[in-house]
Nanobody
Framework: VQLVESGGDLVQPGGSLRLSCVAS????????IGWFRQAPGKKREGVSY????????YYADSVKGRFTISRDKYNDRVYLQMDNLKPEDTAVYYC???????????????????WGKGTLVTVSS
């Protein structure tokens, strides 16, 4: 099983970035896939996820209206379109997948079963 993120970069406030994650090795599929982030000195937090069965999405309050998650199920890719970026969005962004069914605890670190290595997003002028 492997999750590989890409797309992190340095961007000015108000700018946009699109993160990508390629999932491989999930022979039985996964229940949900999404994005977390961790800023220096802070806990890892759930940003957004999508449930594969019904395409239900979740967004943290801090990114609602600015970030959009999408999935290419045929190529096992998930994307995070990030618009109107703010300095407080600066963090390492991780792709994560959950194979257990249900959403209890899904936005916590223990709620996901597999993790990528992360991609750095820096928002600064």
């Amino acid at each position: 099983v492997q999750l590989v993120e890409s797309g992190g970069d340095l961007v000015q406030p108000g700018g946009s970035l699109r993160l990508s994650c390629v999932a491989s090795g999930f022979t039985l599929g996964y229940y949900a896939i999404g994005w977390f982030r961790q800023a220096p000195g802070k806990k890892r937090e759930g940003v957004s996820y999508i449930v594969t069965d019904d395409e239900t999405t979740y967004y943290a309050d801090s990114v609602k209206g600015r970030f959009t998650i999408s999935r290419d199920k045929y190529n096992d890719r998930v994307y995070l379109q990030m618009d109107n970026l703010k300095p407080e969005d600066t963090a390492v962004y991780y792709c994560a997948a959950r194979v257990r069914t249900g959403v209890v605890g899904i936005t916590t670190r223990d709620g996901m079963d597999y993790w990528g290595k992360g991609t750095l997003v820096t928002v600064s002028s």
